[in-house]
């Protein structure tokens, strides 16, 4: 964990100006690495269950769910299944998706063959930490 007083917390602490976490509470491609790492990705939880004195001082999150919206084919190949469509996690139900499900939707989303621009996924809140700092 990346707590304040850790060796990771240490880190980011010493290390950057300032470290951002974007996460999503039902990102499916972290889902998928909780279960075969056993442990709860940051991208997936954030810190928010501690108390943010014991965050790293420059430490920043924010929970980017709403913002990944439930459109399918986030990287543009035409394939209607999300960008993890090599792999069929038992643990994920086969339902429709909702906001926040697509891991690969942080970078955007581009209309199939045409890759033209859906939406732009996180990019204006990475860009809006990036102004701010």
């Known amino acids: 964990m990346i707590l304040r007083n850790t060796s990771l917390g240490n880190a980011i602490e010493q290390v950057v100006d300032k470290f951002y976490n974007l996460y999503s509470t039902q990102d499916d491609g972290l889902e998928f690495n909780r279960f075969f790492e056993g442990h709860d990705p940051l991208g997936l939880v954030g810190l928010s269950k501690y108390s943010t004195e014991n965050?790293?001082?420059n430490y920043d999150e924010t929970d980017v769910t709403n913002a990944i919206p439930p459109l399918s084919d986030?990287?543009?190949d035409?394939?209607?299944e999300e960008c993890f469509e090599e792999y069929n996690p038992m643990f994920v139900p086969d339902t429709q998706h909702g906001f926040g499900e697509n891991h690969c939707g942080y970078i955007g989303f581009r209309q199939p063959f045409s890759n033209?621009?859906?939406d732009d996924g996180v990019v204006d809140v990475v860009l809006g930490d990036w102004t701010k700092s």
Do not use: C, K, T
């Open 116 to 118: 033209l621009l859906m």
């Open 74 to 76: 986030a990287d543009g």
């Open 55 to 57: 965050w790293p001082r």
């Open 78 to 80: 035409g394939n209607l």
